[in-house]
Structure formats: C-alpha cells, structure tokens
C-alpha cells in the first residue's frame, strides 16, 4: 500500500469535483478523502495501490465535465492515516 496527497487548483470547487473524485477512488479501490481548502483548491488523500495511484492522478488533472484544472502537485506520504472508506468533506 501506498500513500499520496494531492492539491488541485483552477475552478475546482462547486463543479462536482468532490463527488466525481470520490466516484473516481471508489473505482479504483482506494481508500481516503477529498475537501475542499479555504484558498479554491481541492485536498485528495489517497491510499492504495501504486497503479491506482497513478491512475487517480491522470484523473484528477481532467476532473469532472466542468472542472478546470490548472496544476496538481502530489506528495507521497510515508506514514498514512487510517482510512476505511473514501469521505468527502
């Protein structure tokens, strides 16, 4: 199992991003969260395998149908939390 954070920005918020990420996760059998942050940009925890990782990125740099997504960073986490589901928040 692996870990990574990622930080969306561009019109991330209220476009369904949260949802469809979720959606997206739950597709490829990871475990974590998306929120929204105080500053427009979007936060995915994301644990699970390495492709799915890999995938979920891909993903999140197109986003949901309205989205438009300016820049993705991702850092690995060394020590993730424990997450049993996929939460939005």
């Known amino acids: 199992m692996s870990a990574a954070r990622f930080l969306v920005g561009g019109k991330v918020q209220g476009v369904w991003f949260r949802a469809s990420a979720r959606e997206q996760a739950v597709r490829l059998g990871l475990r974590g969260y998306a929120r ?14 390495d492709a799915a990782l890999e995938a979920m990125e891909k993903w999140l ?5 309205l989205a438009r997504v ?19 928040g």
Do not use: C, H, S, Y
């Open 36 to 49: 929204n942050l105080a500053d427009g940009r979007v936060e995915v925890l994301a644990i699970g395998e």
């Open 61 to 65: 740099w197109q986003g949901p149908r």
């Open 70 to 88: 300016a820049k993705v960073e991702r850092e690995d986490v060394a020590q993730p939390p424990v997450a049993f589901g996929f939460e939005t």
